[in-house]
């Protein structure tokens, strides 16, 4: 990304996604560009049903990919920000009010403090980690965003919290704290970060469904203001959908998932097109009907999974017509959005980061954590 250096120090960033993670290192540049430094990618096996498949596995690979991106560098890094997929967080909605004294402006400084009075308690099992703001409500009943500044003598504030799983928590601490290197981290929730960095103040201004679609694991939020008021990941992706191929097909799954990345769903009139694959020295051929029919089925099984979540949120009417999409499973399914906005009946609506080189729905979870980390540095 272009931008100019400056005295920037270096931000590190992982990006944990369900088939893959990512190590950035980068400087802030101009204008909300980043100027990237190092980058490291390594395949895993992934997460589902939040847990990690593969723990022993996941620990040597984030480690790896930590110390190869030391390597890289000429000065020393002091942490890492690492983004908490949806899988393994939890959103918790809350209400607080605060009494202002006499009518007065509104600061900064109270927002801070009904956040710190709201926050609820730690769990056995989940840990907070941060919060957000919803939305404010002023003594004279008006509503905003950002109530820094006007007058009021009370406040009162909707705002979400985000859990993290302890046991996610625990393993990157063990990770970051062993070993040749020790870094102190901090966690941000991947779903918050998307939808402030891919959703404008005017879309989050009422509630807005994100749908971020993966490769095992696939998360949906209802985003509002500055955070989330619902979010849920379900463990369906591309790679599920290239899985049911090779049952329905008989063939392998690498062959299965070269002909999900050859089908376009936006094709509808049947024709006698057969689709090819060339795999281990064998040529495999499938009807293009026939996989444009088996991809939509599967499909189906994900609009069935949004409808029970949207229901859940308690957000349908509020989230109008249209639904926003991302994740690198649109770019590979071609058609999918469209397919989508038919079965779920609503204006289906791909977001990518305005950035050059990265305006791609897989770089959505990666260029949001570089936003997110770059605002709280």
Request: hydrophobic residues 40%; charged residues 25%; glycine residues 6%.
């Given at each position: 990304?272009?931008?100019?250096?400056?005295?920037h120090?270096?931000?590190?960033v992982?990006?944990?996604?369900?088939?893959s993670?990512?190590?950035?290192?980068?400087?802030?540049?101009?204008?909300?560009?980043?100027?990237?430094?190092?980058?490291?990618?390594?395949?895993?096996?992934?997460?589902?049903?939040?847990?990690?498949?593969?723990?022993?596995?996941?620990?040597?690979?984030?480690?790896?990919?930590?110390?190869?991106?030391?390597?890289?560098?000429?000065?020393?890094?002091?942490?890492?920000?690492?983004?908490?997929?949806?899988?393994?967080?939890?959103?918790?909605?809350?209400?607080?009010?605060?009494?202002?004294?006499?009518?007065r402006?509104?600061?900064?400084?109270?927002?801070?403090?009904?956040?710190?009075?709201?926050?609820?308690?730690?769990t056995?099992?989940?840990?907070?980690?941060s919060?957000?703001?919803?939305?404010?409500?002023?003594?004279?009943?008006?509503?905003?965003?950002?109530?820094?500044?006007?007058?009021?003598?009370?406040?009162?504030?909707?705002?979400?919290?985000?859990?993290?799983?302890r046991?996610?928590?625990?393993?990157?601490?063990?990770i970051?704290?062993?070993?040749?290197?020790?870094?102190?981290?901090?966690?941000?929730?991947?779903?918050?970060?998307?939808?402030?960095?891919l959703?404008?103040?005017?879309?989050?201004?009422?509630?807005?469904a994100?749908f971020?679609?993966g490769?095992?694991?696939?998360?949906?939020?209802?985003?509002?203001?500055?955070?989330?008021?619902?979010?849920?990941?379900?463990?369906?992706?591309?790679g599920?959908?290239?899985?049911?191929?090779t049952?329905?097909?008989?063939?392998?799954?690498?062959?299965?998932?070269?002909?999900?990345?050859?089908?376009?769903?936006?094709?509808?009139?049947?024709?006698?097109?057969?689709?090819?694959v060339?795999?281990?020295?064998?040529?495999?051929?499938?009807?293009?009907?026939?996989?444009?029919?088996k991809?939509?089925?599967a499909?189906?099984?994900?609009?069935?999974?949004?409808?029970?979540?949207?229901?859940?949120?308690g957000a349908v009417?509020?989230?109008?017509?249209?639904?926003?999409?991302?994740?690198?499973?649109?770019?590979?399914?071609r058609?999918?959005?469209?397919?989508?906005?038919?079965?779920l009946?609503?204006?289906?609506?791909e977001?990518?980061?305005?950035?050059?080189?990265?305006?791609?729905?897989e770089?959505?979870?990666?260029?949001?954590?570089?936003?997110?980390?770059?605002?709280?540095?």
């Amino acid at each position: 990304m272009f931008g100019h250096s400056g005295k920037h120090e270096s931000v590190a960033v992982m990006d944990v996604r369900s088939y893959s993670l990512t190590v950035v290192v980068f400087e802030p540049g101009v204008n909300g560009t980043f100027i990237v430094k190092s980058r490291v990618d390594k395949q895993y096996s992934g997460y589902a049903e939040g847990e990690l498949l593969d723990v022993a596995e996941f620990r040597e690979v984030v480690s790896d990919a930590v110390k190869t991106t030391i390597l890289t560098l000429s000065r020393p890094l002091k942490k890492f920000y690492v983004g908490v997929p949806g899988e393994f967080l939890k959103v918790a909605k809350e209400s607080g009010v605060m009494s202002l004294g006499s009518a007065r402006r509104v600061t900064l400084r109270d927002c801070d403090e009904i956040m710190r009075r709201t926050k609820p308690a730690d769990t056995a099992k989940y840990a907070v980690v941060s919060g957000a703001s919803l939305s404010y409500t002023l003594s004279d009943d008006r509503n905003m965003a950002d109530p820094v500044g006007e007058v009021s003598n009370t406040l009162k504030a909707e705002l979400c919290f985000y859990r993290v799983k302890r046991s996610f928590i625990t393993t990157l601490e063990q990770i970051f704290g062993e070993g040749d290197f020790k870094f102190d981290i901090e966690l941000i929730p991947t779903v918050a970060a998307e939808a402030v960095h891919l959703m404008s103040p005017e879309k989050r201004d009422s509630y807005t469904a994100l749908f971020d679609f993966g490769h095992i694991s696939s998360s949906l939020s209802v985003v509002r203001g500055n955070g989330v008021v619902y979010s849920r990941s379900f463990s369906i992706g591309a790679g599920h959908m290239a899985y049911y191929l090779t049952e329905e097909l008989g063939v392998p799954y690498d062959v299965a998932w070269q002909f999900l990345e050859k089908t376009n769903l936006n094709v509808f009139d049947s024709s006698d097109e057969s689709l090819e694959v060339y795999h281990g020295n064998l040529y495999y051929s499938a009807s293009a009907d026939v996989l444009r029919a088996k991809i939509r089925e599967a499909i189906d099984i994900i609009c069935e999974q949004l409808n029970d979540c949207m229901v859940e949120s308690g957000a349908v009417a509020e989230c109008g017509r249209n639904f926003y999409v991302t994740g690198e499973g649109v770019r590979v399914v071609r058609g999918f959005s469209d397919h989508l906005s038919s079965r779920l009946e609503k204006n289906v609506i791909e977001v990518v980061p305005q950035l050059p080189c990265y305006d791609r729905p897989e770089c959505s979870s990666l260029t949001s954590l570089m936003y997110a980390a770059s605002k709280s540095k």
